[in-house]
């Protein structure tokens, strides 16, 4: 067999194995491919210890059948999120077994050494730990804001981002040996809500926080366009009664804090327990800003199911329903649309960032 | 080797031989397919008489290459489009040699039974010349605007549309005994400009008339979503001065006809010619607009490089560069964008619809 084939049914049936556990004869008629390759290649799995064999108690008649699954200690890694804020950080083992989740405010100041140490701190917390256990770190990634050059492992922008424009990839890399990719934050929330619901289908995931991005799968593969971004939703041009802004000039964490203080309330969850009209019109106008982004998604990708992580979580049901009816008003025909809150806790990103560095690892070393 | 992947490498080495003739080593190497595989499934092309060898004359010292070419005469289709006001059909062989471009009017009334008159009297004479050479057609596409569903091969949208809800592949299937396919006339110009320019890359191709609509390639293949359409970049929501419109009612073929002819000039090439400052000022607020539009498809696709088509065409390089500078203006970061206007000619959207029926019909025929 070729071996650019071969590479690709080793990575079909692996990612197949990490979804659940399965046996020889399912891995073979669920993707298609014939007794002999998948025994060829589930044998050098289980060389190369990635895989492991478990009996299943039989059911009914018969021999027990075997079920393969990841081992569970073949490999540790890290998800690493970057907010302008703080930073969060997911330890799994490859059977995405959590192990820490921890989040460290960043510096004050926000200056790169500053936020460097933190990383830093973040990372060598979960170094510390794998080494009593006697096991080391094999990958991370890091999700961080805005375009990143994914080849290089370079945060592009937001420009004024401590980590931007430095070989953060690369950095790392030296500093730990691990294997380090750098990923954009929306991109691996989706990449955390897909394989923590175990979805497989098409869907659009909105990070709504200081800045609004979304990350798209794709027939449960992520969607990554050409230029280090694709689903920027937060940069969709909104009229705000004034003048043309983007949308998350009117509809981020950080505008939306400041208009519900400027209404007198200490929070959002205040804000939306008080049921005054003032919020309610608010709210609406949030949501019709953010259905004039959706509907551009919607209507530009063909794909009508949307989960919202995030701060707008907070909003409640109301504001769901409300931007559902919104989105339909304009919908370019009627059919189903599916609009719903991300049901993943926290950490999603820094989960999502932890399982891509865990599928890019496992995928390496099998076809290596 | 396995039935499915054997099926997917014959459409690869099919669509490479259909891009230009190229000898088997070629094949081999480009693909990353070993030579056994590569003759094997050529050797059955050839069979089924769907590729035909050519001798080149030897380069230097050496025996003579061989060369694989599409059998001119294995099939003949049809690419059919359907505006509001005409159809366009162009009859093509599989070397893509057009033997027929035609366009029909339609009826004024622009009733269900004349509509499919026109069309059965534009397959007709495709019909009859193919007679007259001793062929038949083997397959035909049908371009039409809006959401369509591609698997019933029905015009979803728009409703008021004549050859809307109706099964019109079927109908047509019936009628002619051919394979038919329905799709979006903005996907089908996407098809045509790729095979037209030899291009493989991704791009967005923007079809501009009394609808706006585009086509999206990605690396090479049509992204079709999952509602019937996607890139409908006609919806997106703009601001207007007054409300939120579509961008189409404010871009479209007859909003910018019936203005340049407000301001007193016969026709959009008189208003052009006039240099009125008036006019300068209009395809201004028209490029304003749809700036916006592009905006929202490149940062959601992450895809910069856009091909317009249809009647935008002829508001000239000048608007060409505006709206360039209109989209770098608001660009998420500077990265190189790439407008241009389609270099094909007319026709360029039935020309596409015919080689997707080629595409399909051949595909078929070897993995049959």
């Known amino acids: 067999m070729l071996r650019s084939i071969r590479k690709d049914n080793t990575s079909k049936i ?19 491919l014939t007794k002999t390759t998948v025994g060829e290649i589930v044998r050098i799995l289980l060389e190369k210890g990635i895989v492991t064999e478990e009996k299943d108690s039989p059911r009914g008649v018969g021999r027990p059948t075997i079920s393969l699954k990841i081992t569970p200690d073949c490999a540790h890694v890290l998800g ?37 140490k933190i990383v830093y701190r973040g990372i060598d917390r979960a170094k510390n730990m794998l080494e009593k256990l006697g096991r080391k770190l094999s990958a991370l990634t890091v999700a961080a804001p805005g375009p990143v050059d994914v080849e290089k492992g370079i945060i592009i922008n937001p420009r004024n981002f401590p980590l931007s424009q430095i070989p953060l990839a690369d950095l790392l890399k030296d500093k730990y040996g691990a294997e380090v990719w750098v990923e954009n934050d929306a991109d691996m929330g989706a990449v955390g809500e897909k394989w923590y619901t175990g979805r497989d289908d098409s869907f659009v995931w909105i990070l709504t926080g200081k800045g609004i991005g979304s990350g798209i799968i794709i027939n449960g593969e992520l969607y990554r366009g050409e230029n280090g971004y694709a689903g920027e939703i937060g940069y969709t041009r909104v009229f705000d009664g004034e003048r043309y802004v983007f949308l ?28 005054d009209d003032r919020v309610r019109e608010y709210l609406d106008s949030i949501a019709e ?60 990103i820094a989960f999502g960032a932890a399982v891509h560095a865990l599928e890019n690892y496992l995928e390496r070393v099998a076809t290596s």
Chains 1, 2 share one sequence.
């Open 14 to 32: 692996l990612k197949r194995i990490m979804k659940s556990p399965v046996s020889r004869v399912e891995i073979a008629e669920e993707l298609g």
């Open 80 to 116: 690493l999120e970057v907010t302008r804020d703080e930073i969060a950080i997911c330890l799994m083992n490859a059977s995405m077994s959590i192990l820490i989740y921890e989040t460290y405010p960043l510096p004050f100041q926000r200056d790169r050494e500053g936020t460097l």
């Open 248 to 275: 998350e000039d009117v509809c981020g964490e950080d505008t939306v804090l400041k208009h519900v203080r400027s209404m007198g309330f200490e929070s959002l969850a205040e804000a939306i327990e008080s049921e």
């Open 289 to 348: 800003f953010f259905s004039t982004g959706l509907l551009n998604l919607i209507h530009l990708f063909g794909i009508s199911k949307v989960v919202i992580g995030g701060f707008f979580k907070e909003f409640g049901n109301d504001f769901l329903k409300n931007l559902k009816m919104k989105v339909e008003r304009y919908l370019l025909y009627k059919h189903e649309v599916d609009i719903s809150f991300s049901a993943v806790q926290e950490p999603v």
